[in-house]
């Protein structure tokens, strides 16, 4: 059975939200849909003995040790994703349009960024995001995001979308919140290549321009 409750630390952030129940509610990953994240994380490991070999989806066989070659445990990976995200949160890039297209959105929809950011590290991810112009509430989630979604979709009457990179995070927001429309989204291109669209996804669209526009169309055939 699949685990999609709700931690009791997501669960404060998302009853400190003030949303409207009838505006449009728009759902958004962090990383590789609104923040390169492999770019960024390949530079880390660079920095620290390492280098990634994309030949998989998967974090894990695919980060190496720069003296070997060899590829690093399971653990290793771990302590190495929790440096980076302690250290370089506030540095990751956006991914082009990302702004944009949320700026354009927000004037017939709420956005939230619901990620799975360290909670130590979500003030830093809240400060990455008003540098680049994306002041939206943000939701530090732990596990799959089935939980909080159904949270939200209890309590809002208007549509709602929700965009990830992650397979079984689709998968988990449509055992939890079915009427919520579900977009894949991968920034980076190379990843993108190596999975198809995710099964329980509305959609598969990988870039901003695109996720926009797919989303006013719903928006306006609702009258919204």
Request: charged share 25%; hydrophobic share 45%.
């Amino acid at each position: 059975m699949e685990d999609d409750s709700l931690h009791d630390d997501v669960l404060s952030q998302l009853e400190a939200l003030q949303l409207t129940p009838e505006r449009p509610l728009i759902v958004s990953d962090a990383d590789e849909v609104i923040f390169a994240f492999v770019r960024g994380l390949e530079a880390y490991l660079l920095d620290n003995g390492h280098f990634m070999d994309l030949k998989s989806f998967a974090m894990r066989g695919n980060i190496r040790a720069t003296e070997t070659g060899e590829a690093v445990s399971a653990e290793a990976v771990k302590a190495l994703i929790n440096g980076y995200f302690a250290e370089r949160t506030e540095q990751i890039e956006p991914v082009d349009g990302a702004a944009e297209a949320l700026a354009a959105l927000s004037e017939r929809a709420q956005i939230l960024v619901l990620s799975n950011t360290p909670l130590d590290c979500r003030e830093a991810r809240r400060r990455a995001l008003v540098k680049h112009g994306m002041d939206y509430p943000l939701v530090a989630n732990i596990g799959r995001k089935g939980g909080a979604m159904a949270y939200l979709a209890a309590r809002q009457s208007a549509p709602m979308f929700f965009l990830d990179d992650i397979p079984h995070n689709i998968s988990s927001v449509a055992r939890a919140a079915g009427s919520v429309t579900r977009l894949h989204f991968i920034a980076d291109h190379r990843l993108r290549d190596m999975l198809g669209a995710a099964e329980d996804a509305d959609a598969r669209i990988d870039d901003w321009p695109g996720a926009r526009q797919f989303i006013e169309q719903r928006l306006a055939a609702e009258g919204f």
